[in-house]
């Protein structure tokens, strides 16, 4: 079989069996064309690659500056697909299985302070060309903040998931598992508002002959819903407009910020593992060390003898 061939079955199955994301599929099917692509120029292919073969790929990948983490996720890809290929009988062996990779740095997550978020709540109200934009904004950012949600899980929200005024949310999360997460009186009002200014905007769009749309957050994208890139590129715009740093701030730093605010107000890690929809404690338990180095930093600055 071609290389396309082997990623896509391999790929499906990913899907079948381990419920992967879709995310996590892409990110996979990348990493495997670039692999494929590199053996190519080294004159052999998938079926004929050798353990040899795999190794000086990663030193490729290391000479080309990757970080640590995109090539242990490289090797993850690879390990992954010459397993399936074993298992289905289209090799006799498996050239990954010894490989040992280059592991991933435990570094502490990015976050904000209180003040800062408040900046970025603020910065919704009054960002957007009219008012049906900062109702939209303002519900995005409040329903982030409020929830901790991925920022897949946020613009793909179902407009179903929105109706009744609820004072909790589900959340269609990882590998399809589903959680309930509780909104803040701040996220319930933004909630409240957008969805009036939605459903007359579906409303109208309907009366023009246009099919009515699913999603919350919906867009005219073959998608139907906002995008992960232009979230991404709506909450550097906020950052710009609050006076908070945009190097700072991620859809995923508002994911950090919501927990390490929880800790920080004295919720316990199982709580707080459920409602980021983390399938092992040990993901959770690195904000601990994120309150750790603030401690540390507060002694620092504002102890006597440290100075």
Known sequence: ??????????????????DAALNTQSAYGRDLLDFADWLEKAKTDFSDATR???EDYLIHCEAQGLAQSTRARRLSSIKGLYRFAFEEGWRNDNPAIQIKGPGRQKSLPKTLSIEEVERLLEAARMHGRSKA??????????LLYATGMRVTE???LPVSSARGNPKMILVMGKGNKERMVPLSPPARTALKTWIKTHDAIDDANHAKGKPRSRFLFPSRGKLGHMTRHRFYMLIKELAVTGGVSPAKVTPHTLRHAFATHLLANGA????????????DISTTEIYTHVLEERLKQLVLEHHPLAK
């Open 1 to 18: 079989m071609d290389a396309p061939r082997w990623i896509s079955a391999f790929l499906e199955a990913q899907a079948a069996e381990l």
């Open 52 to 54: 040899q073969n795999i």
């Open 133 to 142: 934009d900062k109702e939209r904004n303002t519900c995005l950012m409040e």
């Open 154 to 156: 946020l613009v793909s």
């Open 268 to 279: 316990d890690l199982r709580s707080i593992q459920t409602l980021l929809g983390h399938a």
